[in-house]
Structures are given as C-alpha cells and as structure tokens.
C-alpha cells in the first residue's frame, strides 16, 4: 500500500468511528501533503478551539532581505487550524469546503520565529460551520494575523477514493 492510500484509509477510519481526536487527527493530517511539507505541528485543543504551529524555515521566506515568512504558509495555517476547530466543536470529522477565508495581517512577523494559529469554531448549522483564529509568533496579544470563515460541511460518504 503507498503512504498515500495509507493515508486515505487512515481518513476513512477516522470517519467511521465517529470521533475526533484533535492531537491524533492534526498529527495524521500535518504529515502528509501541503500540511506535511510546511511541517505543521499540532500544540493544543478544547472543546470548541485548536492551536497549530508553523516553524520558521529559510524555503518559506517571501522577503530575502528581512526573512519574514511568506504570507501563503501562514494562511494555510491558518485555513488548517480553523477547519480543524469546526472538527473539535462537533467532535467528529466532516469533510468541509472553505466557503470564505479572510485574513487580516496585523504586522509582519518576526523573522526566525515560529508562528501559531489559535482557532475557534464558535457556530455551527446544519451545513456550515462559523470560525476566527489568529496567528502570533509568540504574544497573543500582539497578532501577526487574525482570520474569519465559513466552512461548508459535506455530508458525502464516498468522498475519498480507497
């Protein structure tokens, strides 16, 4: 089996067990595909919220003279955190479709350091689920970024090829 189809079937394990367990699911997510590449690691969860982190890597710079990371990372932090909140709250995985993602830069951040995202999924309906997160590097009274969306949740039981 590749790691790929090893991945898949992970997923649809996790499904059909009917539970979400924020440190196992972002670990399985952040280590494979555009998670795994920008190295995301999960730091924390709640009930309704989920913290991830992005480290600072010289490859994702978006500035050679100041070294601040490029702004593309952060938002896919960012969309990764917020969906993974919608998760927490409900206590279970559903496949989601990012409706709406705006993001806010507040400042630049600070070269070298790490960037965590801090995520909560404060509503959810029948088919979409309400989030805002924000990214720091470091205070999160001093935000690099703040982000608000809407995910559409999918109700699809064949939605990853086996």
Wanted: contains cysteine.
């Amino acid at each position: 089996m590749t790691e790929d189809k090893g991945h898949a079937a992970d997923v649809v394990r996790l499904m059909q067990e009917g539970t979400f367990a924020p440190a196992h699911w972002a670990k399985m997510m952040t280590s494979h595909g555009h998670s795994g590449f920008l190295d995301m690691r999960y730091v924390a969860h709640g009930d309704d919220w989920i913290e991830l982190a992005l480290p600072w890597r010289e490859d994702l710079v978006g500035d050679p003279e100041t070294g601040v990371l490029a702004s593309g990372p952060i938002i896919s932090l960012l969309d990764n955190c917020t969906s993974m909140s919608a998760s927490a709250r409900m206590k279970r995985f559903r496949p989601q479709v990012t409706l709406d993602l705006r993001i806010d830069y507040v400042r630049a951040a600070v070269p070298g350091k790490t960037i965590v995202a801090r995520s909560e999924c404060y509503q959810i309906t029948r088919s979409m689920a309400f989030v805002r997160g924000i990214a720091h590097d470091g205070d999160i009274t001093d935000p690099v970024a703040h982000a608000a969306g809407i995910f559409m949740l999918v109700e699809t039981p064949n939605w990853v090829k086996q």
